[in-house]
């Protein structure tokens, strides 16, 4: 076992909380963490959406790529992963290569509710498809749950759960399986 301590990617579609617990877990672990799709909207100094809008969804598949690529290489962190990220092959290959993927999975009807209640979601969260709204997560959860699901290490069902108890079950799994990182 590789004692360097790694990567620990979040994973999963958007509004199951990646960048809510990201953060609560690396203050638990000491240490840091970072927000794929905050880190595109710096390098790219604009939003996901005008991302999306002036340069269209492939550029934005690109600056994501690049990015995790960079991220996937540090060591301690915590990375929330974009929902869509781990639908590439290289980057799923590279996520679970650097340390542990989590997927925090989630019913339709609590994913819509979060997406529809967090402000943010105009800036990061424009249509994937012609539909958007509950249609669109429907459609987009049942081709992706495969791919979740197949590339995490630990999956957690977080609709009844608290981002402080979704930290609290991370971090036991983690300190179990990886306890040569947080032993030394
Ligand atoms: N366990 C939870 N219980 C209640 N509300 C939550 C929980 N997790 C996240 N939320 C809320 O849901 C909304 C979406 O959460 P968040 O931005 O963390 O999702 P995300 O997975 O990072 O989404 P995206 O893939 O679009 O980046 C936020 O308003 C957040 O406060
Ligand atoms: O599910 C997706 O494809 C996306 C999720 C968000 O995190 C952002 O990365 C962007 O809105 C695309
Ligand atoms: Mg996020």
Redesign the pocket.
């Known amino acids: 076992m590789n004692e360097t301590p790694g990567v620990i990617t979040?994973i999963?579609?958007?509004?199951?909380?990646?960048?809510?617990?990201?953060p609560l877990l690396a203050t638990r672990l000491g240490w840091t963490s970072v927000?794929?799709?905050a880190e595109i909207e710096r390098r790219a100094e604009r939003s996901i959406s005008q991302i999306f809008e002036l340069e269209g969804e492939s550029t934005f598949r690109e600056l994501e790529r690049q990015v995790m690529r960079d991220l996937l290489k540090s060591s301690a962190i915590i990375v929330?992963?974009?929902?869509?990220a781990a639908i590439n092959d290289e980057t799923r290959a590279e996520m679970k290569a650097a340390g542990e993927v989590v997927y925090?999975s989630a019913t339709v009807d609590?994913l819509a509710?979060?997406?529809a209640?967090?402000?943010?979601?105009p800036d990061?969260?424009p249509n994937l498809t012609g539909t958007g709204g509950r249609v669109e997560i429907v459609r987009m959860l049942s081709l992706r749950e495969p791919i979740y699901r197949q590339a995490a290490s630990l999956t957690v069902d977080?609709?009844e759960?608290?981002?402080d108890?979704?930290a609290d079950r991370i971090e036991m799994f983690l300190r179990k399986r990886r306890a040569v990182w947080f032993n030394a």
């Open positions: 979040l999963g579609y958007r509004g199951s909380g990646k960048s809510s617990i990201a927000d794929a799709d929330a992963a974009g929902g869509g925090l609590v509710g979060r997406i209640g967090d402000e943010s979601s990061r969260r977080v609709d759960l608290s981002p108890q979704i």
